[in-house]
């Protein structure tokens, strides 16, 4: 499969490009003037293991709209 074509080469064969690109995996660079536009990419579910790594690091706020006082922001210590 090309990895790049130009957009009038693209348009009136857009599904057969959408079937290459979900069939082989491989994204798709579609190209104006010969300068990279777009990229088509084929849909990938991500894992739960990728939201792992935030597990913990989000705190818990009981009024949110209260102000914060200066010395409790983390970059100013």
């Known amino acids: ?3 790049v074509v130009s957009k009038s ?3 009136p064969q ?3 490009y959408f079937r290459q690109v979900q069939e082989g995996g491989q994204e798709l ?5 010969s300068k990279p536009v777009l990229k088509i990419v084929p ?3 991500q894992s739960a293991d990728i939201l ?7 705190k818990r706020f009981d009024n949110p709209c209260e102000p914060v006082a200066d010395d409790e922001w983390d970059v100013l210590k």
């Not at 792992?52 to 989000?58: A, D, H, M, P």
């Open 1 to 3: 499969m090309e990895n």
């Open 9 to 11: 080469r693209f348009k």
């Open 14 to 16: 857009a599904l057969k």
């Open 29 to 33: 660079i579609i190209t104006e003037y």
């Open 43 to 45: 849909y990938r579910r």
């Open 52 to 58: 792992k790594e935030l597990e913990g690091t989000v």
